[in-house]
């Protein structure tokens, strides 16, 4: 009989496990919260990026996004048509030559290089 009012008095919640609860209740929504700002954040930043190819955007990044993107493919013709292309549109002549120069250098008789025109959008 004894054991039995022991184990019915030991399971009664004490101030102890009460504060464990509302630590760990606490604990759990903070995290909570931590992981939906970090989520928020993270789909902000990705608002910068939302540019879809062919849409207008502001001529530095496209400059910059060709500039390495060639960097690392030297050859792709249509690539450097479209620096030049960004050059010519935002004011930079000889530049925006330089590269038409540089689709000539790698194949003069492609059908692009040789209609190329600065003023086609």
């Known amino acids: ?3 039995l ?3 019915k008095f030991s399971m009664q919640p004490s101030a ?3 504060f464990r609860f509302v630590l760990l209740t606490i604990l759990t929504m903070l995290s909570l919260f931590v992981v939906f700002v970090n989520l928020n954040l993270y789909k902000s930043k990705g608002s910068d990026k939302e540019a879809v190819l062919g849409e207008a955007t502001n001529f530095d990044s496209q400059e910059h996004f060709w500039e ?3 960097a690392e493919n030297p050859n792709y013709i249509a690539g450097w048509l479209e620096l030049a292309q960004l050059e010519y549109k935002k004011g930079d002549v000889y530049y ?3 590269a038409l120069n540089t689709a000539k250098a ?3 008789n492609h059908t692009q290089v040789v209609n190329f025109n600065f003023e086609n959008d």
């Open 16 to 18: 102890k496990n009460n």
């Open 68 to 70: 390495k993107f060639l």
């Open 5 to 7: 009012v022991t184990y």
């Open 96 to 98: 925006a030559q330089g």
């Open 1 to 3: 009989m004894w054991s």
């Open 106 to 108: 790698i194949n003069p």
